[in-house]
């Protein structure tokens, strides 16, 4: 069982950065893919980014690719999401996932194991 804790999340201008921190529970935090989903209001759940479980393979949706950077520390069982040159449709509930498996091909070929509560990211036009 991994347990996931989303930080960071808050109310920035368009054009301003937040870093979204994703702390995980468990000892085998390296064996998961892990990654960033948003939800916007009346929209869908979407993909944002994965990092495979050694943190060497990133894959990122194209509407956040070059903005956007995924990263994570083993050591402290944490995944982060630097968000650069925000704008007002990256306002979302933004949710950490871990993925059964090491690889970000395993992570976008079925959905998640284990996902975190949310943290809500508002960007102010």
């Known amino acids: 069982q991994v347990q996931l804790v989303e930080s960071g999340g808050g109310l920035v201008q368009a054009g301003g950065s937040l870093r979204l921190s994703c702390a995980a529970s468990?000892?085998?935090?390296?064996?998961?893919?892990m990654g960033w989903f948003r939800q916007a209001p009346g929209k869908e759940r979407e993909f944002v980014s994965t990092i495979s479980g050694s943190g060497s393979t990133t894959y990122y949706s194209d509407s956040v690719k070059g903005r956007f950077t995924i990263s994570r520390d083993n050591a402290k069982n944490t995944v982060y999401l630097q968000m650069n040159s925000l704008k007002p449709e990256d306002t979302a509930v933004y949710y950490c996932a871990a993925g059964g498996t090491t690889s970000t091909t395993g992570f976008l070929r079925r959905p998640p194991d284990y996902w975190g509560q949310g943290t809500q990211v508002t960007v102010s036009s």
């Open positions: 468990g000892r085998t935090f390296s064996s998961y893919a």
